[in-house]
């Protein structure tokens, strides 16, 4: 193919290819690189987005967000909460309605060109093109962003590999899984080796095997010194991956912090499943009914166990547990007992 030859990858340009946008640069010069290593890798600054259609829709409301340089940090939101809006404005594919955000110190709205340099990006909803290989997408991308043959083989066989794909290399998508077809383009984000990876819900529709091998391969990346922004709706995730996250709901920013200051939002502590009937469970602390299932949160260990105990002793099954990351979630978002009457 005419892309990986060494005469295209001397200039500079934009292009769209294997379904994802990228960015092709040649690769920068020694001096550029240590003076992005200064300041945060990702800030915005009263990030407003308004869509106008049949109605308003105002989809971001004033965000401010701050991604250090070197962390994997996760944006934590139901669906229609402003998550792919933010990361397409960061990533330079939408123009914010109000404010800026910058990437390693260049704006987005005034030097999006200087920011695609540094950036890779998978999309929530991107399709595979048919004729080619799971070894192409990871390849090419990595030729297209300047890598050597040998760097660009090396780097493509371990995001192969990352994501359980590297005895399928050379079967073309068209014969390939929905899984698995999703699993190569982020094998091409994965083996672009950019400064700032940007992931809209990449395992979404992933088993929980090739979901793992994903995480762990963010978390490698991460100890190498790249910046991650994900974006997820699932709960596991955020909480096995992230360094840092943010909720967002509604277009708001509601809460940002380490794991442990996120938990620490709320007064409760842990957490009692139990199954069956038990007329006084709001005796002890806050109810959320789930059918047949109730949940009582508490504060301390020892109320924990106190209800444990009495509910074993009335031949009802329960589990005590510390609070989870859904939990805190959904209370901040919109309260425990959200589905009591669903």
């Known amino acids: 193919m005419s892309i990986t030859t060494v005469d295209y990858l001397q200039f500079e340009t934009t292009t769209c290819v294997l379904s994802i946008c990228v960015v092709v640069y040649k690769q920068q010069s020694h001096l550029h690189s240590e003076m992005i290593t200064l300041g945060q890798a990702v800030k915005s600054e009263k990030l407003v987005k308004v869509y106008h259609s049949k109605e308003t829709v105002e989809a971001l409301k004033g965000v401010n967000i701050g991604v250090d340089k070197g962390e994997l940090f996760t944006l934590l939101g139901p669906n229609g909460a402003g998550k792919t809006t933010f990361l397409r404005i960061i990533s330079t594919q939408l123009m914010p309605t109000e404010g800026d955000a910058e990437v390693l110190g260049h704006s987005v709205v005034d030097e999006p060109e200087e920011v695609r340099k540094h950036i890779s990006v998978v999309p929530q909803d991107v399709a595979t093109y048919n ?4 070894w192409e997408y990871a390849y090419y991308f990595a030729r297209l962003r300047g890598m050597s043959v040998s760097d660009a083989k090396q780097t493509s066989e371990k995001a192969l590999k990352a994501v359980d794909l590297w005895e399928l290399k050379n079967r ?3 014969t390939l899984s929905g899984g698995e077809r999703r699993r190569a383009i982020i094998a091409s984000a994965l083996s672009s080796n950019a400064d700032v990876l940007m992931l809209d819900e990449p395992t979404s529709g992933l088993d929980a095997v090739a979901r793992r091998g994903v995480w762990s391969t963010l978390r490698d990346m991460v100890k190498e010194g790249k910046t991650i922004l994900l ?11 992230s360094d840092r996250l943010a909720i967002i709901n509604r277009g708001n ?5 380490r794991l442990d200051e996120i938990k620490a939002l709320i007064q409760e502590k842990y957490r009692v499943v139990v199954e069956g009937q038990f007329e006084k469970l709001s005796d002890y602390g806050e109810v959320a009914k789930l059918g047949d299932r109730n949940i009582v949160y508490v504060k301390t260990q020892n109320e924990a166990l106190e209800l444990l105990k009495t509910t074993l002793k009335m031949n009802l099954r329960a589990e005590a547990s510390p609070i989870t990351l ?6 901040l978002v919109g309260g425990i007992n959200n589905h009591e009457n669903h």
């Open 253 to 257: 920013v509601i809460a940002t912090g």
């Open 172 to 174: 073309m998508c068209q």
């Open 326 to 331: 859904e939990d805190v979630f959904v209370k």
């Open 131 to 134: 004729n080619f290989t799971p």
């Open 231 to 241: 974006t997820t709706h699932m709960m596991e995730e955020a909480e096995m991956v």
